[in-house]
């Protein structure tokens, strides 16, 4: 698939992520400003290249729960559709139940484990890591993790 599209609940926004999963990395993240922001146990996220990630119908809104990051949602039915971090790679993650076809991304591990809700366990064989992904920029492991956003 070369081409992924999503929108929010109600349809006000529409994006397209141009050259599909190329590259992608897809995660279920654990963490308690994930579970806020979603009012869910878990989210599931994958991260493209900022350049490849257009809305095509409508515009977002957005929040910043600390300086690191702005989480952007529909301003109309409040559907929570991407996380971008304000420093560190030219990436936004995007919600994978906000895509079309959400089956199309199959997340690669877990992150923030240690702050999980312990009424779900996720019967999976895939790696969790208590708090950022191996492949967390060395800056936010200094500064204190990715879910500081």
């Given amino acids: 698939m070369s081409v992924l599209e999503g929108g929010c609940l109600c349809g006000a926004v529409r994006y397209r992520i141009e050259g599909g999963l190329g590259g992608a990395d897809a995660c279920y993240c654990h963490c308690a400003t994930c579970r806020k922001a979603a009012g869910a146990p878990v989210v599931a996220w994958v991260t493209f290249p900022r350049a490849r990630l257009k809305v095509t119908k409508g515009a977002t809104a957005s929040f ?43 997340p690669q591990q877990h992150i923030w484990h240690e702050s999980r809700v312990h009424w779900l366990e996720i019967e999976d064989e895939l790696p969790r890591f208590e708090r950022e992904g191996p492949d967390a920029p060395e800056e936010w492991k200094e500064e204190g993790g990715r879910a500081a956003g």
């Fill in 64 to 106: 910043s729960a600390s300086d690191r990051a702005v989480r952007e949602f529909c301003p109309d039915c409040g559907t929570q559709l991407f996380f971008t971090y304000v420093k560190g790679p030219e990436e936004t993650d995007v919600t994978v139940a906000s895509l079309d076809d959400p089956d199309a991304v199959r």
